[in-house]
């Protein structure tokens, strides 16, 4: 008889999840937990200025603090050709300042002691003698002729800028724009935004010179990466390196990149002999470490009267800090911004980019975003917005007439890729019955007769998804596929190790199911580790929303390998020949005698104990994946709120999102990723986002400043699904994790520009602040949030 | 702890000045000779090794630090460990009993009120302190409660109803007629103890 899948925790099981176990009972095992035997702490020493010489540091008065076992500066590591670390976007990154300060919040010099507290009395002994020089905070200041030259360390380097780039069709675009009834152009600044995990990063570095090897604990999300940066900075070789990522408080892209900090750490504990802890506070992670967005677009779109969308031209120019190091794939500048409009079926498009330096932190790194999709959706869903009023349609009836329709796969989109499933417009259908789309433009207008101003949003979108292919993505010239290990052990139970690394998303919960689903070994039986390069199997960790599309594609192939194998030990044990084997969950049995069967744990036992004469003994296998194409999850996600006319202050009424990621493993775990990706895009809509002033001060360096919604603002959440499975996934899959995060943005400030629809505004910059809209109501113009911000009175 | 001797780093200075604190801790007594600025989640991390009290933000905002005083939930990360001498104080290490979870550690594992983990034991800490004054909080009120506390990951909602979940098994176990496993949990809902 067969088992029964959703028991024994399988595909389709909102199976409750292994990792909470340790977590609801305070037993996680995060960085700051680890103690090792004669461990020192690790403080930075940070810049308080955005742009400045360094005259002078003396640390002397930090070295005669007891308990304070070095002081490192640039010139230290400077003399041991460290002072400088490569960025994952061919660019170099300061890891302890020399000549100059490029950012407030730089780090400048660390202090190793006994204990933190005393590790950071050491940090304010330290007298640094600056010299201010004048800070640039935006695309304009940097590309201004006079602007000062922030990377003058570069040589050949002569402006702000980091990059031009450009993709797509100019002719065919322009070709396009003539031929339009209506050209629709709207400007916007994407603001920066910053991940921030409550749990900051850290590292403790343990260099044991008697075995040479390099033990590294460290927050972060790509431990193999890690790996094979460290051994290239600091010249160890990559067999005697570990690195190991233990449970991480979140991610969302923050813990991909190479930080100062976990270097630094690494050269105090070789340098002392000695575990090294660093742990970042919340103000140190805020103004120092990857950040998101921080782009701005001029978007203009080529319209006919009725309501085709003949061509989209944009550009963009991103505020990339003083160093380039961005974590994206390697041919593309600006991410994946060019698939924007991959939902609609547009005639032409052509993108033209440019990025700059600015005395700002560094990064641009995806935050809960797939390379810069985020603000490629949140554009298109902006100018398709602004389309739609142009020519005066319905929002609902201009994205119905332009996106992809069902027959229509695959589709290739203007700038390139390869859409390739998807039922667009039942999902659009289905999010409009759910928020009763008529019901509320009736009540809208009634309310607006009494002046109240409702408004309603509408965002629909499909993103790329799970990078590789190995084709077109790589990150530092390493190719972007997964991989998974499968031990099976004798009495049926098995141990899976993957590539990626989980901080939050509940690999050890979701693996485990594919197993159950391939194999029919009951989830529970199934053992996932993740994070420790040492018994991991190379892969490129988790971001981008990758991990089911690539690592765990890796582990359905893994699993498929060990059925194989299986089916030859059932042939034995059944005497019979393969051909004759016939697989259901969990057993094999024989062709018309189906009571004559083996389970897959019989056959775990005799391939230890009864193989067949020839036969490898043991059961296991690795499988590494390289996905044929991305996968591309579609969303309609439809906000609808009241805009109090007198302050600017806008409520959530309703979200209503609408989520086709293909095959769902475990639907509890993907309504979890979606709610808290709506909650991201909420916050980033409404409140959450880092600027700067005139002097290059950070404003959003801690939780007072850059804020964070609340259990309380936090609105409700209706959630609703359509499956289109991925054509190419073994499993059907798609990537979910960003999805909400990438589509939310544009439902809740399309609704709020809906409801003041009456002012004549086309844009607000994100975040919606009160005093933002209560200007655009009162003055009737676009208003813009681009740094600097005033703070005279 | 050894009683036999106790490390005093080398680099102590007679200057520094040390207090003792003696505090219950999970109804445990336990004392600890401090330097006056030692925060007290620095004390039960730290010195105590009780690491399921987090520290997020420093700055009062995140509570993942927060922790039971006196059955009040406080900021375990802007206190010092001297202000909880004599005081009684509940981490998340004294929720469950050696064989059974509490209802609230049961509810956020079953409603899905946590990703990666981090929030959890300070907002389940907070959690309780709502419930042992009201036992039947609707849901605006579990909101305001945990209105201290932030989570990056989960969106609250599953938050709202893990607590809402505690609160019908603390309050209603006599007509517990659905035993709260939704579609597909059986396997693994009960797999506790």
């Not at chain 1, 505020?319 to 939902?343: E, I």
């Not at chain 1, 309609?636 to 769902?664: H, K, N």
């Not at chain 2, 680099?11 to 600025?37: C, H, I, Y």
Request: aromatic share 6%; hydrophobic share 40%; charged share 25%.
């Amino acid at each position: 008889m067969a088992l029964d899948e959703i028991k024994i925790g399988g595909l389709g099981a909102s199976r409750r999840r292994v990792e909470d176990n340790r977590f609801i009972r305070g037993k996680g095992n995060y960085i700051d937990d680890i103690v090792l035997p004669g461990m020192l702490h690790m403080e930075i020493l940070r810049s308080p200025l955005a742009h400045a010489r360094i005259r002078s540091i003396d640390a002397s008065a930090a070295w005669a603090i007891p308990g304070v076992r070095m002081v490192l500066t640039g010139e230290m590591l400077a003399a041991r050709n460290l002072a400088w670390m490569p960025t994952l976007s061919y660019d170099t990154q300061a890891v302890l300042a020399t000549d100059k300060v490029r950012f407030q919040g730089q780090e400048v010099a660390c202090v190793v002691a006994d204990d933190p507290y005393i590790a950071k009395d050491g940090c304010e002994a330290i007298v640094v003698d600056y010299e201010p020089l004048p800070p640039i905070v935006n695309p304009t200041q940097a590309k201004a002729p006079d602007a000062p030259l922030i990377r003058d360390d570069k040589t050949g380097q002569d402006s702000n800028v980091v990059f031009d780039w450009e993709v797509g069709d100019r002719e065919g675009t322009d070709r396009a724009f003539a031929e339009a009834d209506v050209v629709s152009t709207i400007e916007m600044h994407y603001p920066r935004s910053h991940p921030s995990p409550i749990e900051a990063c850290g590292s403790i570095a343990d260099f044991n010179r008697a075995t040479s090897k390099l033990t590294v604990y460290m927050t972060t999300q790509a431990p193999h990466i890690i790996r094979a940066a460290v051994a290239l900075v600091a010249e160890l070789p990559e067999h005697m390196i570990r690195i190991v990522s233990p449970d991480l408080g979140g991610g969302f892209g923050n813990k991909v990149p190479v930080y100062p900090g976990y270097v630094v750490s690494i050269l105090a504990s070789i340098l002392l002999e000695r575990p090294v802890k660093w742990i970042e506070d919340k103000s140190g992670n805020l103004i120092s470490t990857g950040f998101g967005r921080d782009i701005y677009l001029k978007g203009e779109m080529a319209l006919r009267n009725d309501g085709r969308i003949l061509g989209v031209r944009m550009h963009t120019d991103s505020d990339h800090g003083a160093f380039f190091s961005d974590a994206q794939p390697s041919k593309f500048k600006v991410g994946l911004m060019h698939s924007a409009f991959s939902c609609y079926d547009i005639g032409a498009a052509h993108l033209t980019a440019q990025g700059v330096y600015t005395n700002k932190a560094p990064g641009g790194v995806a935050y809960r975003c797939s390379f810069r999709v985020t603000e490629a959706m949140f554009f298109q869903e902006r100018m398709v917005q602004a389309a739609a009023s142009d020519l005066g349609m319905d929002q609902a009836e201009f994205r119905r007439i332009n996106l992809v329709r069902d027959d229509d796969f695959p589709h290739r989109t203007p700038w390139g890729f390869l859409t390739d499933s998807g039922q667009y417009g039942k999902c659009l259908d289905l999010g409009l019955e759910a928020i009763g789309y008529e019901d509320f433009l009736r009540q809208k207008e009634e309310a607006r007769r009494r002046g109240r101003l409702l408004g309603i949003g509408i965002s629909t979108m499909t993103e790329p998804l799970g990078a590789g292919n190995s084709r077109e993505y790589d990150i530092l010239g390493i190719k972007m596929f997964d991989s998974a290990e499968l031990k099976v052990h004798m009495t049926g139970k098995a141990l899976l190790r993957t590539g990626a690394k989980t901080q939050g998303q509940g690999h050890e919960t979701t693996w485990a199911q594919i197993v159950a689903h391939e194999l029919g070994i009951p989830a529970e039986d199934v053992l996932v580790e993740e994070g420790d390069t040492d018994t991991a199997p190379f892969g490129m960790g988790t971001y981008a929303s990758r991990s089911t599309p690539v690592a765990g594609a890796a582990v359905a192939m893994v699993s498929r390998k060990i059925r194989a194998k299986a089916r030859r030990i059932a042939a034995h044990l059944l005497e019979v020949s393969e051909e004759d084997i016939e697989w259901e969950l969990g057993r094999f049995s024989v062709r018309g005698a189906p009571d004559r069967g083996v389970t897959i744990q019989e056959c775990a036992i005799a391939a230890y104990s009864n193989m067949p004469d020839g036969m490898e003994p043991g059961l296991e296998n690795n499988a590494y994946y390289d996905p044929p194409n991305l996968t591309w999850p579609f969303a309609c996600y439809i906000a609808t709120v009241e805009v109090d006319p007198e302050t600017g202050v806008w409520d959530v009424l309703r979200v209503v999102a609408v989520d086709d990621c293909g095959v769902r493993i475990n639907p509890m775990i993907v309504e979890g990723q979606i709610m808290g990706g709506l909650t991201e895009a909420y916050a980033m809509a409404n409140m959450q986002f880092i600027t700067f002033d005139e002097d290059g001060n950070c404003i959003g360096s801690n939780y007072m400043d850059y804020l964070l919604p609340t259990a309380w603002e936090t609105p409700g959440f209706e959630l609703h699904e359509v499956v289109t499975p991925c054509p190419h996934h073994p499993i059907g899959a798609k990537g979910i994790g960003e999805c909400a995060t990438v589509g939310g943005p544009a439902a809740f400030v399309n609704a709020v520009i809906d409801a003041i629809g009456d002012a004549g505004v086309r844009n607000i910059d994100m975040p919606l602040l009160p005093d933002r809209v209560h200007e655009a109501i009162t003055a009737g113009h676009d208003v813009s949030g681009a740094p600097p911000v005033k703070t005279e009175p | 702890m050894s009683t036999l001797f106790e490390e005093v780093p080398a680099s102590f200075g007679d200057d520094v000045p040390v207090r003792r604190v003696t505090l219950t801790v999970n109804g445990e007594q336990r004392a600890a000779n401090v330097e006056p600025r030692l925060l007290l989640a620095h004390l039960l991390r730290n010195g105590f090794r009780l690491t399921g009290t987090h520290t997020g933000c420093d700055t009062t905002n995140c509570g993942a630090c927060t922790v039971l005083y006196d059955g009040v939930p406080v900021k375990s990360c802007t206190m010092f460990a001297v202000q909880a001498d004599g005081h009684d104080i509940g981490t998340v290490e004294g929720l469950a009993t050696a064989s059974e979870l509490h209802p609230i550690q049961e509810g956020f594992k079953d409603e899905h009120g946590l990703q990666c983990g981090f929030c959890t034991p300070g907002m389940m800490l907070a959690a309780k302190a709502l419930l042992d004054e009201n036992p039947n909080p609707s849901e605006d009120e579990i909101r305001w409660a945990l209105s201290g506390n932030l989570c990056r990951c989960t969106g609250y909602q599953n938050i709202v109803k893990a607590v809402m979940w505690a609160a019908d098994k603390l309050g209603g176990a006599a007509d517990d007629s659905d035993d709260g496993s939704a579609d597909g949990a059986g396997s693994d809902a009960g797999e506790e103890g």
